[in-house]
T-cell receptor, first 112, second 115 residues
């Protein structure tokens, strides 16, 4: 079993839809949770960062962390074609030297 | 915000030659940087953790003599692919974390093609 599970998709939604992306994990030591967006042939771009459980909102993006269920989510409201990319969840246990553990990434396609 | 600069963005080299990739933290000091490799349509695979002033820590299965990592300063880490072969062709990405209150920042990646 992988430490982090993420549905690879692809996920196709129409423009304006609400997108829900999810990851589950098994390591209870994870404390820091991140969502990255990666366009083809580019480095991952940090979208959301959350420490421990709770919700965080930034514009059209909302991140949720439920440590009791070991489940994290990213919601994208009013999705746009420019949101078409691969979304990676990632998490780590500690400080600046701690390794990141990634999900496999979900490919999202927002259609006109 | 924290910025990580990676160069070159792409490189083509002949089989048997060596290629150096640079990763710089522009507005923060990074005692630790991470090097990843990514194959098409796959997630990032951690290759090694680069530690300023000391030896890098390599993940299982990564040849340390082939992928040389140097972290000589708090803002620069380099990855050298030695005696490159076509199977080393891949997308290489570095990252660092400015503070525990921030996520990890990634470079823009280097696409290596060995011919």
């Amino acid at each position: 079993q992988k430490e982090v599970e993420q549905d690879p998709g692809p996920l196709s939604v129409p423009e304006g839809a609400i997108v829900s992306l999810n990851c589950t994990y098994s390591n209870s030591a994870f404390q820091y949770f991140m969502w990255y967006r990666q366009y083809s042939r580019k480095g991952p771009e940090l979208l959301m960062y959350t420490y421990s459980s709770g919700n965080k909102e930034d514009g059209r993006f909302t991140a949720q962390v439920d440590k009791s269920s070991k489940y994290i989510s990213l919601f994208i409201r009013d999705s746009q074609p420019s949101d078409s990319a691969t979304y990676l969840c990632a998490m780590s246990g500690g400080g600046t030297a701690s390794k990141l553990t990634f999900g496999t990434g979900t490919r999202l396609q927002v259609t006109l | 915000g924290a910025v990580v600069s990676q160069h070159p963005s792409w490189v083509i080299c002949k089989s048997g030659t060596s290629v150096k990739i640079e990763c710089r933290s522009l507005d923060f000091q990074a005692t630790t940087m991470f090097w990843y490799r990514q194959f098409p349509k796959q997630s990032l695979m951690l290759m090694a953790t680069s530690n300023e002033g000391s030896k890098a820590t390599y993940e299982q299965g990564v040849e340390k003599d082939k992928f040389l990592i140097n972290h000589a300063s708090l803002t620069l880490s380099t990855l050298t692919v030695t005696s490159a072969h076509p199977e080393d062709s891949s997308f290489y990405i570095c990252s660092a974390r400015a503070e525990v209150n921030y996520g990890y920042t990634f470079g823009s990646g280097t696409r290596l093609t060995v011919v």
